[in-house]
């Protein structure tokens, strides 16, 4: 794993590269102390529906992970990263998919106001972080991402 020179969590090698095979990336994005989440559509046509999601996607191609990403993040809240906003980002593989990368990215409290729903899903909000691991209906690999996250910023003193 790489380390960023400012000490922050690891950034796995590979997140913004445009030449690997991945399904998608999501973001765990704290815009001041709180988490983005999105309520995704209930539709019976897609993965989780009516649960509690974080803000990403499936990558189009020519992306690396980092560039779905934002991309994703920016149709889904309006939110505008650029690669140095984000502080971590992780690989994870299930038997038979494409890899999903995870990222992570910690925004002043300012840019609240610039959070909107796109045209997915039925609602957006901001959480404390122990909601959205206790809540039954956030999507449970992701509340295991994201305790992945925390113990990897428990470990780097962050």
């Not at 998919?97 to 609602?123: I, N, V």
């Amino acid at each position: 794993m790489q380390l960023l020179d400012n000490g922050q969590a690891p950034m796995q090698a590979g997140w913004d590269q445009t030449d690997i095979a991945f399904k998608g990336a999501n973001v765990i994005l704290f815009v001041g102390d709180r988490l983005t989440v999105l309520l995704r559509d209930d539709k019976p046509t897609i993965n989780w529906p009516n649960h509690w999601d974080l803000p990403g996607g499936l990558m189009e191609p020519g992306e690396s992970p980092a560039t779905c990403a934002i991309r994703e993040v920016a149709e889904e809240t309006a939110i505008t990263l650029c690669r140095s906003d984000f502080t971590w980002a992780r690989c994870f593989v299930r038997e038979g998919e494409l890899p999903t990368w995870f990222l992570a990215a910690h925004l002043q409290e300012t840019r609240a106001a610039e959070l909107s729903l796109g045209d997915e899903g039925q609602a957006l909000e901001r959480w404390p972080v122990d909601h959205f691991l206790r809540h039954p209906r956030a999507i449970p690999p992701f509340r295991d991402r994201l305790r992945i996250y925390l113990n990897d910023q428990n470990q780097q003193g962050g």
